[in-house]
Each structure stands twice: as structure tokens, then as C-alpha cells.
């Protein structure tokens, strides 16, 4: 079947530490990846977006990695702060037939500690 | 920056009532809105999508005469939660992509809607 997963367990770390958070796919051929970050009760908010001829992309201290052979997306956070503390989503763009469709991955839990 | 701002943020309502929802975009037009639904622990749904001037499209499983959208205009969209029951309660949240239909969402706050 058809999946895409966060790793499901809270990530704690310390304050100036890099987070790392993981986002597996099987069984798509997708276009591209996004990341979201969602706060309680609140909608997401979109971070960066990495397409599939893509290995990397970069914002201030956000990097994305794409690797379609590992069927991986690796998301990172340097020299993280209190406030980079949310829940994480990772988004799978793919095409079905006429139509591009996104699947959500469950979402990451990042807490970091001061 | 874009914004889509969604009303009202939290709603209680009795069983067997109506709910409508609004979700505005700001400083854009949106001629597509995507509607979610997102229960705890659980990924996003989507659940239909609005397109502006024509019907929604709805995803399988999802009944149209039950949540009825409409999209009058190039900045609002709504969902109507008709008859509701206590299992359509659940954190509804629009979007609406910035670009082309494939662009990155713009997100709503959601609305938190608690059916007694």
C-alpha cells in the first residue's frame, strides 16, 4: 500500500542543537515534497517546498533533503531555538493521471528545550 | 504576506444543527480552496475541494449533501456542516494555494468544531 511516515515519536532536544526529522515514502513516484509547521490549533504553515530532480534546498536555518533512491526526506532544523518548538509536516506531491495530489505525512513533535 | 483567515475559530453546536464555516483570502485571489479536516492524532484529510464559480469536487467517502461548500466569489469560500452528530466533530481547516493550483498552501487557523 501506499504510505508516508513521520518518525512518530516527540523529538526533544537542546537549545543550538540541530533537529533532524525524517519523512519516508513507498509505493509513490512524487514531484515533490513539501514541509509544513503546525502550531496547537493552528492551521500549517508552509517552509519549503523540494522537487524531485532536487537534492537539497536551504532557508536561513531550514535545509531539506530529497533522496528518491532512499525514498527519503530529511528535514533540518540548526541551531534550534525554544520557539522552533511545533509539530512538523512533511506533504508528498504526486501525480494521478490528469490530477496532482498531496498526502500528509502524520507529523513530528519538536520540543526544544532551553 | 497572503493570508486566509477562516471563522470562526471555535464552534459547539447540538446534534442535528447546521455549521457554517467561512474561509477568507486576503491580499490574493483564490479561484481553487482545498477543505480538511483533521481529527486528533490523525494526518490532514482532505476533504473536497472548492473551486470558484463551478461545483466542489469531494474526495471518496466524503458526502456532499452533508458538507455543503460554496464558492461565490474569488475571496470566500464556505463549508456547511449540515445535521451534525457528534462524530463530524473535528478541527476543519481551509487553504487555498498562493500560485497555480500546485503551489504551496496558504492554511486558515481552523475552526474547532465540538458537536453535543
Known amino acids: 500500500s501506499q504510505k508516508i511516515e513521520q518518525n512518530s515519536e516527540a523529538l526533544n532536544i537542546q537549545e543550538g542543537k540541530t533537529a533532524t526529522l525524517t519523512c519516508n515514502y513507498t509505493?509513490?513516484?512524487?514531484?515533490?515534497l513539501q514541509w509544513y509547521r503546525q502550531d496547537p490549533g493552528r492551521g500549517p504553515v508552509f517552509l519549503l517546498l523540494?522537487?524531485?530532480n532536487e537534492k537539497e534546498k536551504r532557508k536561513e536555518r531550514l535545509k531539506v533533503t530529497f533522496d528518491t533512491t532512499l525514498k527519503q526526506s530529511l528535514f533540518h532544523i540548526t541551531a534550534s531555538q525554544p520557539a522552533d518548538s511545533a509539530t512538523y509536516l512533511c506533504?508528498?506531491?504526486?501525480?494521478?493521471?490528469?490530477?496532482?495530489?498531496?498526502?500528509w505525512g502524520l507529523g513530528t513533535s519538536l520540543a526544544v528545550n532551553p | 504576506g497572503a493570508v486566509v483567515s477562516q471563522h470562526p475559530s471555535r464552534v459547539i453546536c447540538k446534534s442535528g444543527t447546521s455549521v457554517k464555516i467561512e474561509c477568507r483570502s486576503l491580499?490574493?485571489?483564490?479561484?481553487?480552496m482545498f477543505w480538511y479536516r483533521q481529527f486528533p492524532k490523525q494526518s490532514l484529510m482532505l476533504m473536497a475541494t472548492?473551486?470558484?464559480?463551478?461545483?466542489?469536487?469531494?474526495e471518496q467517502g466524503v458526502e456532499k449533501d452533508k458538507f455543503l461548500i460554496n464558492h461565490a466569489s474569488l475571496t470566500l469560500s464556505t463549508l456547511t456542516v449540515t445535521s451534525a452528530h457528534p462524530e463530524d466533530s473535528s478541527f476543519y481547516i481551509c487553504?487555498?494555494?498562493?500560485?497555480?493550483?500546485?503551489?504551496?498552501?496558504?492554511f486558515g487557523n481552523g475552526t474547532r468544531l465540538t458537536v453535543t
Open positions: 487553504s487555498a494555494p498562493l500560485g497555480h493550483y500546485n503551489s504551496p498552501l496558504h
Open positions: 491580499d490574493f485571489q483564490a479561484t481553487t
Open positions: 506533504a508528498l506531491g504526486y501525480n494521478a493521471g490528469n490530477n496532482r495530489k498531496l498526502i
Open positions: 509505493n509513490y513516484s512524487p514531484a515533490y
Open positions: 472548492s473551486n470558484e464559480g463551478s461545483k466542489a469536487t469531494y
Open positions: 523540494i522537487r524531485e
